[in-house]
């Protein structure tokens, strides 16, 4: 059960593990955020390069290995997630820090608190980013509020489902929106300008940019005028990129300003979407992964959308009465391309209606834009900070 006792009175040291590269960069930002309100905290843990340029010793380094993607992946390194699970595990037992908070990742982190619980640490467990267990498993929600004193959401419909078992949860807003205010820019969207965002991991673009690209020749024979241009994550899937589809112009580290050029857009599933959403941009989704990945998925899956703003629109215009029960399907905002419907020929017929009917584009940026005004964006880091600075040390006084 959750810690009812106190550390070591003299720890002030919070450990951090993250898992991507996406809670690195969250992580990073509540770290920043938790010296500015307590400047003596000291940081260990796991993570990537942002959180360790904050950290003390000991840290690792881990996020380029522990970034799998499907079932597979996760199969194939179980020795190494092994052996990193049973040294974090000593680490922090021998540490004792004044609390170990989870930051998303929850297939590895929400095994670990289990274990440091079962095992007797006498600190904190906080979770931030809470897991999406509303969309595979909301049975799990009660076994999480016997292992962990703090939940922390960043999608408001999240926190009745935890306060309802019991669990301390504070819904703080969503750090990535925080993140993005700052990289908005002053710029007309360009006429005919497509974006094409197949995702950052190499798996994803090998087998999504493809389907894009043959989608992106269908479009261009029914509207010549048209031009596409690619975000990349790193230089060497530009090249790689580049190579699939010679006729699309492919940079890097110009996703977000993409976002806010094109007149519409092609996202794959994930964290880009909601960026997307973020910026206003009218868009539709596409996602292909591995057929077995697929079908578990499809059997453990209990959402009627994979778009976190379909989502998010569902619980607006349909909130359940019981929170422990998922709210009812509203009409999609933006379509959906998803495994075996996500064909070329689906996509350019999606892409087209939205390039040659600038009402529907307008219609479309404005509902993504009030959706995603709703996730209280502004001072959420600071929020998060705060909630898990009063839950590991509820003396300490914030400024």
């Not at 990537?48 to 993607?69: C, H, I, K, S, Y």
């Not at 997630?81 to 680490?91: E, T």
């Not at 909301?138 to 999240?158: N, Q, S, T």
Request: charged letters at 20%.
């Amino acid at each position: 059960m959750p810690s009812t006792g106190t550390t070591n009175a003299l720890s002030q040291t919070f450990w951090f593990v993250a898992g991507e590269t996406s809670g690195d960069a969250r992580a990073a930002e509540v770290m920043r955020s938790l010296r500015e309100i307590a400047p003596s905290i000291r940081f260990s843990g796991a993570g990537g390069p942002r959180m360790q340029e904050l950290a003390d010793e000991p840290f690792d380094n881990w996020t380029e290995q522990a970034a799998v993607l499907g079932l597979w992946d996760v199969v194939r390194h179980y020795g190494y997630f092994r052996k990193k699970f049973h040294r974090m595990l000593v680490d922090i037992r021998t540490a004792q820090p004044a609390a170990v908070v989870l930051v998303d990742y929850p297939g590895f982190n929400l095994r670990l608190a289990k274990s440091l619980r079962s095992s007797g640490f006498s600190g904190k467990i906080l979770y931030y980013i809470s897991p999406q267990v509303w969309a595979w498993n909301r049975g799990r929600i009660p076994k999480m509020a016997k292992i962990l004193d703090l939940m922390i959401c960043v999608f408001p419909f999240e926190a009745p489902m935890y306060e309802a078992s019991g669990l301390h949860t504070v819904f703080a807003g969503h750090p990535l929106l925080e993140a993005l205010g700052k990289e908005r820019i002053e710029t007309p969207r360009e006429p005919g300008l497509v974006g094409l965002f197949p995702g950052s991991r190499e798996r994803e673009v090998k087998r999504i940019f493809p389907v894009m690209a043959q989608a992106a020749t269908l479009i261009q024979k029914s509207v010549p005028s048209v031009r596409f241009e690619a975000a990349a994550a790193s230089e060497a899937l530009a090249v790689r990129m580049r190579e699939m589809a010679p006729g699309v112009t492919v940079r890097t580290g110009t996703a977000h300003e993409l976002m806010q050029r094109a007149s519409t857009g092609i996202v794959c599933s994930g964290t880009a979407t909601l960026e997307a959403a973020c910026f206003g941009l009218p868009y539709c989704l596409v996602y292909k992964i591995a057929w077995l990945t697929f079908e578990i998925g499809r059997r453990l899956v209990d959402v009627d959308a994979l778009g976190i703003v379909n989502i998010l629109n569902n619980y607006r215009v349909n909130p359940p009465t019981d929170p422990k029960l998922p709210a009812r399907p509203a009409p999609h905002v933006i379509r959906e391309f998803i495994q075996h419907e996500a064909t070329p020929e689906l996509i350019a017929a999606e892409t087209i209606r939205l390039i040659q009917n600038p009402e529907v584009r307008e219609k479309l940026s404005r509902e993504l834009l009030e959706i995603t005004s709703a996730l209280a964006a502004s001072g959420a880091s600071r929020r998060a900070a705060s909630a898990l600075l009063s839950a590991a040390m509820p003396d300490t006084t914030s400024c």
